[in-house]
């Protein structure tokens, strides 16, 4: 895997662990993880994941309320 691949996986697996747990901004997360720019920072997650960084949010949330606890 190139180096850059690589880097840009790190930050997708970073990025998610974020948008799960904290309440932080989608910009902030990009900036946070090491993007200079939120809207390539939101076209290579799309990329990445095949949705929108809210629209994962938003996913998760509603994957985790659904969740049956014993």
Known sequence: MPPAQF???KRMEATKELIMHTSL????IAY????????????????SVGLSPSDYR???KQQSS?????
Not at 25 to 28: D, E, K, R, V, Y
Not at 32 to 47: D, M, W
Not at 66 to 70: H, R
Request: glycine share 4%; charged share 15%.
């Open 7 to 9: 880097l840009t996986t």
């Open 25 to 28: 901004s989608i910009t902030a």
């Open 32 to 47: 946070e993880v090491g993007f200079k720019s939120s809207s390539h920072f939101s076209t290579l997650f799309r990329k």
């Open 58 to 60: 938003l996913e998760q």
């Open 66 to 70: 659904s969740v049956v606890q014993y």
